[in-house]
C-alpha cells in the first residue's frame, strides 16, 4: 500500500498538537491538548492512534533551538523537557520511519508557505505570537535553515532577563506571558480594573482573551497592557522590515484575536522605525492557518524530504 500520509506534530509551551495530514496538506484527523507533563508517552499514544503501513513518516515541530543535526533540541525556553529527551530516535526506533525535526514556527511558516497566507509570496517573516514569540523566514520561496528566533532579540538593552538567559527580549515585552505578568503585577499593586470582575477575583486565572474582552469593553489598564505589548511587537517587526524586506509579515498564534488593539498599535510602531520605503512595500496579514500551521508544516517536512529524495 503506499505511504500517502504524514503526521505532523505541534509541541509548543501550551499546547500539543497531533495530525493526520495528505500530501495536499489536508488534515484528515487532529488530536490537541494541554502540553502534558509525560511528553514522551503522550507522543507515542498519538502518533499510536494515527498510525498506519500508509504513513510516509513523522514531522515534528518543536519550541526551542535545533542542533545541527536536527535531531535534538538544545534549548527552549518554554518547553525544558523537549531538552532532555531523544524525541526523534526514540519515534523513529519505535515506529520505524523517517522522523524530520525543526523548530516549531520554522514548521509553522513552512506550512503558511504550503498551503497558507504565504503561499502568494515569495518573501515573507513569519510571527507566532502564543505563550511566547517564535518565527521563520521565507527567502525566493524557501524557508532559510536558520534559528529565526525572532522573540529572542534584543530590543532593551538593559532590560528584563528572559527565561532564555538573555535580557531584554522581545518576547519579554510582546508575548501572553509578558502581558499576563504585567497584568498580575497591576492587579497586585490595586490597579482598579474591570479584570477583577471577569476572573472572579483571582487574577491569577485570567487569559489574554479576557484583557482583550476587558479592552473594548473600555477599560484602561487592558488597554494599556495591549497598548504596550503591541508597540513593542512594532519595534520587532520593523527590525525585521528593515533587515529583511519582505513582501509580507504574516501573524498567527492567540493574541492575532486582538488585533484591533495589539497588532494595530504594532503596525502603527513599526511604520515609525522601518525605513518608509520598506514599510510600504510590506503587507501586515493574518496567517490562513493559524493553529494548524505549525501541524502542516510540520507534516511537509516528511512530504519535502520525498520529493527531494525523488527528483
Sequence with gaps: MGRKYAIGIDLGGTNMRVALITGDGEIVKKIKGPTPEDL???IFAAIESLYSEEIAGIGLGVAGLMNGEKDRVLNSPNLHIVEKVDLVNGIRNKFKVPVFLE???NAA???ELWTGAGKDFSSFVFFTLGTGIGGGIVC?????DVAAEIGHMSIHADGEKCPCGNSGCLESYASMRAILSRAFS???SGRESLLRDYCGGNFYKLTTEEIYRAALDGDTLARELLKNAGRYLGIGIANMMNIMSPEAVILAGGLTGAW?????EAIKEASKRAYAEVFERVKVIPSLLMDDAGITGAARLVFRAMSEQYS
Excluded at 140 to 144: C, N, T
Design 40 to 42: 514522551p508517552a503522550a
Design 103 to 105: 523548530n516549531d514556527a
Design 109 to 111: 511558516a513552512l506550512g
Design 140 to 144: 525566493d520561496g524557501k524557508l532559510l
Design 186 to 188: 497591576d492587579l497586585e
Design 260 to 264: 484591533d488593539i495589539y497588532v494595530q
